[in-house]
């Protein structure tokens, strides 16, 4: 399963050091937001969640931030490690109905 | 819990073969979406079913493409005849009553040659 490969942004980062990656939503009417990883050879894997009643939400070591002015989503990974490298993707649910919406992605590189 | 599972992990074959890919969604769950991932595209939704029904097919790019699902324990994606520009990654993806996320299966890499 290699994800969307060639022309994905690129962020690296430094082991040890946060990482912030960004995602542009579509719809004024999602209500739900999802970020996924997705190693290379697997399928998209959930890592976090929220919805929009909600700006902010803490998992371990993982941090989602939702600003709906502007429609902007942000996964923030703390220390991040060499198994955090990966595709990220963001992922909306507009209200009402079942689909979800993926954002093309975001390679994360980490340098040891 | 064994995931999402998929079959076969890669496929490849002759342009105008038939392709049958498959998938066992978690037990309990009882949606289930069949994805595409290209480079071009990103992951595209070709098909949702509820409860072995399809509900959107919507997103299944010409007759070339069916699926079923006979149970749910099973469902299977069907590209006859298939062409080169189907290659692609399909994901197979599950959930209880379309709730808040999926769980995907690692995928079927097809190349149709």
């Known amino acids: 399963g290699e994800s969307v490969g060639l022309h994905l942004p690129t962020l690296s980062v430094q082991e040890g050091d946060n990482s912030i990656i960004n995602c542009a939503y579509s719809?004024?009417?999602?209500?739900?937001f999802i970020w996924y990883k997705q190693e290379s050879g697997k399928g998209p894997q959930f890592i976090i969640d929220i919805r929009s009643n909600m700006d902010k939400r803490q998992g371990q070591r993982v941090t989602v931030l939702l600003n709906k002015t502007v429609k902007h989503l942000s996964l923030q990974i703390a220390a991040t490690q060499p198994g955090d490298s990966a595709v990220y993707f963001c992922a909306e649910k507009v209200s009402g109905t079942y689909k979800y919406i993926f954002g093309t992605g975001t390679r994360l590189k980490v340098l040891a | 819990d064994a995931g999402v599972i998929q079959s076969p992990r890669h496929e490849v074959t002759e342009m105008g073969q038939e392709v049958t890919l498959r998938c066992k969604p978690i037990?309990?769950?009882?949606?289930l979406f069949w994805y595409r991932q290209t480079m071009m595209r990103g992951l595209e939704l070709l098909i949702y079913?509820?409860?072995?029904?399809?509900?959107?097919d919507s997103g299944m790019p010409e007759d070339r493409f069916s699926a079923k699902m006979p149970n749910a324990s099973f469902s299977t994606l069907k590209i006859q005849p298939s062409e080169p520009r189907d290659s692609a990654v399909y994901f197979c993806?599950?959930?209880?009553?379309?709730?808040?996320?999926?769980?995907f299966g690692s995928g079927t890499r097809l190349t149709v040659v």
């Open positions: 719809n004024s009417a999602s209500d739900y």
């Open positions: 037990s309990g769950h009882n949606s």
């Open positions: 079913f509820n409860n072995n029904v399809p509900i959107d």
């Open positions: 993806a599950s959930s209880v009553d379309n709730s808040y996320g999926y769980t």
